[in-house]
């Protein structure tokens, strides 16, 4: 089961992954953008934080929308909206629940993935976050098919999501502030999927009781 301590956690550990990669994940944006989205999704995940004490005992997917709310206030940019709706998506479909089964969780990262896509209209192989986050659902639903343990399936969901950011080099940018850049943009990594690997790979680390506590 994934608790409500575990996203407490989980946006924690999250948050630190991000700080510890912010200054990588400006250069990343810099190679096809324009240099901000490090410190963009640190800003809003500071705004985060400052918030958590008074929503803690409140249910995930208060919790969650929460997030994506802060996300869409204090990030702006491109990123920011789209974050802020894949948390906002998240947490509809964990509304009233304190626990999630990792058939609960999948539902509820596909759901936020699908918003991403409605509402940016970028496609798998556009070089986006999407090109992380949709091979990590896959994963984690090919696990929960298999009925695979939880730890095991998150590690597969990372595992899948740092593929797909690494393959993000070989692409040519389709959407945004990259697209510009087209060709010449080939050989980066988009710094948005390695955010959603940072996403990904931290809630494997805290259900897989890698982080401290
Ligand atoms: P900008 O500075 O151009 O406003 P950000 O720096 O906030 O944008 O975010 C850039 C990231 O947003 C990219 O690395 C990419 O992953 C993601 N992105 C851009 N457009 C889309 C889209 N249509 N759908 C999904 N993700 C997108
Ligand atoms: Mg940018």
């Known amino acids: 089961m994934i608790t409500r301590e575990h996203i407490l956690k989980w946006l924690d550990a999250y948050t630190q992954a991000?700080?510890?990669?912010?200054d990588e994940l400006n250069?990343?944006?810099?190679?096809?953008?324009?240099g901000d989205f490090g410190a963009s999704i640190q800003r809003g995940l500071a705004a985060v934080?400052?918030?958590v004490?008074?929503?803690?005992?409140?249910?995930?997917?208060?919790?969650?929308?929460?997030?994506?709310?802060t996300l869409v206030s204090v990030m702006g940019g491109t990123s920011g909206p789209l974050l802020g709706t894949l948390f906002i998506q998240m947490g509809g479909k964990t509304q009233?629940?304190?626990e999630l089964?990792?058939?609960?969780?999948?539902?509820?990262?596909r759901a936020g993935v699908d918003g991403v896509m409605a509402r940016g209209k970028a496609q798998i192989g556009d070089k986006t976050m999407l090109d992380a986050f949709v091979p990590a659902v896959e994963a984690l639903r090919a696990a929960v098919a298999q009925s695979a343990p939880?730890?095991?399936?998150?590690?597969?969901?990372?595992?899948?999501?740092?593929?797909?950011?690494?393959?993000?080099?070989r692409l040519v940018a389709r959407k945004g502030r990259a697209s510009y850049v087209g060709e010449r943009g080939v050989g980066s990594i988009d710094p948005g999927a390695a955010n959603a690997y940072l996403f990904i790979q931290a809630m494997a680390d805290v259900v897989g009781d890698k982080v401290g506590n």
């Open 18 to 22: 991000v700080n510890a990669h912010a």
């Open 27 to 34: 250069r990343l944006d810099a190679a096809l953008g324009d």
């Open 49 to 51: 934080q400052s918030k």
């Open 53 to 69: 004490p008074s929503i803690a005992e409140q249910d995930i997917g208060a919790i969650l929308k929460m997030v994506g709310m």
């Open 96 to 98: 009233g629940v304190t």
């Open 101 to 109: 089964s990792l058939c609960d969780w999948t539902e509820a990262l």
């Open 150 to 169: 939880v730890e095991i399936a998150l590690q597969r969901a990372a595992d899948a999501a740092k593929f797909g950011r690494d393959e993000t080099a």
